[in-house]
């Protein structure tokens, strides 16, 4: 049965959206660029590009210091951006949302500012072999300096968290569960509704890597009730080292800084000093302005596409591909349930390794990734030393899937043994 | 662009058909090594006669950069001095380097790996074959090394 069947098509014009890409209208070696790498990281519109040269060109200034006109615009643009994301995540009050460069940033700052502070030997931490290397070992750097053990929920062979034993590795020990919403190397979307009220129900917090997830699926903190929600800039059509960490106000509150230095004190001396309230505390040194402003812009261009009609032509796209690469004979490493995945289409095709696979297809102007994509426990899960990974965004189209897979009958021409 | 191809033709010539590929648990020389980035994996085995590379062998698995370039090692290097392979790996890694245009007669086959410059990313795979043989020689100035110590 087609995994195509009875979807209704999407409400996106996809030709139009293009248009906003200036990247997209460029060839390599002579032949149009078909972009499959948005997991690693997105494109960005013309809106985003000129909101940071905006930024640049008229109000560069450093926040929340000047006493000058420059200086109060650069913070307005600074602070409003913050409110923008606040909304696009659901949270209810903006200085919930701490400003990070991405969501390895932003775990790495839970794992110090909570982990650090709260656990003790005999405590667990719970990941899963899903997560990205951005998740796993910030973990064990803090079970490592807090004597906590850390523990794993394993996978199914169909690319799926197993949560057979849960009741086993979720206990009264657990204190905190930190785990994907979308798997970069699987394109699986976890179970997260279970999964925060299970780790509640035994009295442990919640922190959802949102890398994938917020870039192409509807989230809302206030419903999901997560404690801490990490999110990438860059990979939501936003500028590089954008990006933040949501977190309940009272879990903040109780958190210590992450780094220290300037903008984040109140008082110095020389034996102490005292922070800022939420979120300046974890906010210190010169932050990323321009970059958190041309987010805004990537975030408003999202909801105006309406994130509903993202996941839903992203649903309707990557069954389409999984259709065509299965039926080309490719070995999917992943669900081929579209209701329960994204557009990360981990593969190996025919044998031919992952990278001369990319080599070929670059020559055939198609970039995709090819490696263990920050995910080795992914890999040596499933038997694999690398995938092959195409994936989509909302300016993808089923042109393109149809040139990575006529690209793969060439890589097949070639390395057919 | 033709010139491409036939490199292409070398390189996959000695990926689907690898020369001197094979265990050899005598040889008093050898080393493995893999690639954690991209899962390659080489073993070289080599028997050295009065300071001469009498023969070599060498076993993995990875991609056609990693395992063609080992092919093409083995043929280049069997029949040399120890000073004269170490020697021609200095040289490969020059010319993967974009530094050395090597001498053809000389590099033989290895020349076609001179297109895996334009790669960056896969230098490291073209090259991982010498860095295996390299640490197999330095075995061979001590005591030698079997493969059980090494590996």
């Not at chain 1, 200036?22 to 070696?29: E, H, K, N, Q, T």
């Not at chain 1, 199914?156 to 204190?175: A, C, I, P, V």
């Amino acid at each position: 049965m087609s995994v195509t069947e009875e979807r209704a098509p999407s409400a996106l014009d996809v030709a139009r959206i293009r248009e906003d890409f200036p990247i997209l209208a460029r060839a390599v070696d002579g032949r149009p660029m078909v972009y499959l790498d948005s997991a690693a990281t997105s494109q960005k519109p013309r809106r985003v590009i000129e909101a940071e040269r905006d930024f640049y060109e008229r109000h560069n200034a450093n926040v929340h210091r000047g006493i000058y006109t420059l200086s109060e615009e650069a913070t307005d643009l600074y602070e409003r951006a913050r409110a923008t994301l606040a909304s696009f995540v659901g949270a209810p009050e903006p200085e919930t949302v701490v400003y990070t460069r991405g969501t390895t940033e932003s775990i790495n700052l839970v794992a110090h500012g909570w982990g650090r502070r709260f656990l003790r030997e005999g405590d667990e931490i719970l990941i899963t072999d899903m997560e990205h290397h951005s998740n796993i070992v910030p973990w064990q750097l803090c079970a490592r300096a807090t004597g906590a053990t850390l523990r794993y929920i394993g996978l199914t062979d169909d690319g799926l968290l197993d949560l057979s034993d849960l009741g086993s590795l979720l206990t009264e020990r657990t204190k905190i569960l930190s785990v994907t919403g979308m798997s970069n190397a699987l394109g699986t979307i976890t179970p997260l509704r279970q999964l925060v009220d299970a780790a509640h129900a035994v009295g442990a917090v919640v922190c959802v890597d949102g890398a994938q997830l917020v870039p192409h699926h509807p989230v809302n903190v206030a419903v999901l009730d997560a404690e801490f929600l990490a999110f990438s800039g860059h990979k939501m059509l936003g500028p590089t080292a954008s990006g933040g960490l949501y977190g309940k106000r009272e879990v903040l509150e109780q958190m210590d800084p992450f780094l220290g230095g300037g903008e984040m004190i109140l008082e110095v001396h020389r034996d102490r000093a005292t922070w800022k309230d939420i979120p300046y505390k974890f906010e210190a040194g010169t932050m990323n302005i321009a970059q958190e402003v041309g987010l805004a812009a990537a975030v408003d261009y999202l909801q105006a596409l309406g994130m509903e009609n993202v996941r839903a032509y992203e649903e309707e796209l990557t069954a389409y591909a999984l259709d065509l690469l299965i039926e080309a004979g490719a070995r999917i490493i992943g669900p081929k349930d579209v209701s329960v995945r994204g557009g990360e289409i981990s593969f190996w095709y025919k044998e031919i390794h992952p990278h001369d696979l990319a080599t070929i297809l670059n020559e055939e102007g198609v970039a995709i990734r090819a490696g263990h994509h920050c995910a080795q426990l992914v890999m040596r899960r499933y038997g694999v030393p690398a995938t092959a990974r195409a994936s989509l965004y909302v300016y993808n189209t089923k042109e393109e899937v149809d040139r990575l897979v006529e690209a793969l009958a060439k890589a097949e021409d070639l390395f057919a043994f | 662009m033709a010139l491409d191809d036939i490199y292409k033709e070398v390189i996959l010539d000695h990926y689907k058909s690898p020369r001197n590929k094979r265990e050899m648990p005598e040889a008093e020389l050898t080393c493995s090594k893999n690639n954690p980035l991209c899962g390659d994996e080489i073993s070289v085995f080599v028997h050295q006669e009065d300071g001469k590379i009498a023969a070599v062998v060498i076993t993995g698995s990875g991609c056609s950069i990693s395992q063609s370039s080992a092919s093409m090692m083995t043929e280049a290097v069997e029949g040399r001095a120890l000073d004269e392979a170490n020697a021609m790996a200095a040289e490969f890694r020059g010319m993967m380097a974009g530094e050395i245009e090597p001498d053809e007669n000389e590099f033989g086959d290895l020349i076609a790996l001179k297109g895996v410059v334009k790669y960056p990313i896969r230098i490291k795979c073209a090259v991982l074959a010498w860095d295996v043989l390299q640490e197999a020689l330095e075995g061979a100035d001590g005591e030698a090394t079997g493969a059980a110590a090494r590996g």
